[in-house]
């Protein structure tokens, strides 16, 4: 699949930019498409060879699972197969908050399974049986995903960063409550935030860049920019590209 790199307009403001010395590529919300995720980081790869600058930094910014049917296939590329030559940095969405739940409670699976858990079930092998109680299929699930889960994608989970700072731009998976400082905000609104964070013009000193919430093309607004574009449903996985003041985007075709 071919990529599109395309300028936007700069919010209405004094321009925000990244280090100088340093190009920022921050990959929306895969869902277990790592499809998608080979073709992007093939053509981040084409991008970067275009440009002198000393350091490279590729930001995830989290829902690697669920919904789509390659969550084990995504995890594993992001482990096995880094980008040679970049910085990663693998943020914490809501599903994988989800899953590391599940691990740890098996009621909490039924919450999880709703919004694309199945999916990510199978893709390590995780079967219960039809015929058992609720109770007990999750019980099942969860050990059977305690064996089946590498102890590499146990510690990656693990390991996965609530947000990220690169010069004037503030990286996370949700968005932030407004009027709160990033050292009061609470995990569960940087995983799961949305009207309050989307229907505010409040500057939070940094534009903040997240996934989490839908939009059929990349949003940019005076006060953030969001980079999900619904992969595992639109083939349209999006990558976020911050050059100094500018701002661009690459994108598989959909």
Known sequence: MAARLFPMARPRRAPRAVPEDTRVYAIGDIHGRVDLLADLHRRILEDAQQTAKPRMVIVYVGDYVDRGLQSRGVIDKLIEQPLDGFEAVHLKGNHEAMMLQFLADPRAGSGWLEIGGNATLLSYGVKPKEEQSLLK?????QE??????PPTHRTFLDGLRLHHTEGDYLFVHAGLKPRVPLEAQRERDLLWIRDDFLDSSFDHGKTVVHGHSISWEPEVKDNRINVD??????????????????????????
Do not use: H, I, P, Y
């Not at 059977?144 to 889960?149: E, F, G, I, S, V």
């Open 137 to 141: 299929r999750l019980a099942e699930a």
């Open 229 to 254: 574009t619904g992969a595992f449903a639109s083939g349209v996985l999006t990558c976020l590209v911050l050059d100094g003041a500018e701002v661009s985007f690459l994108q598989t075709k959909r």
């Open 144 to 149: 059977q995903l305690q064996r089946n889960l």
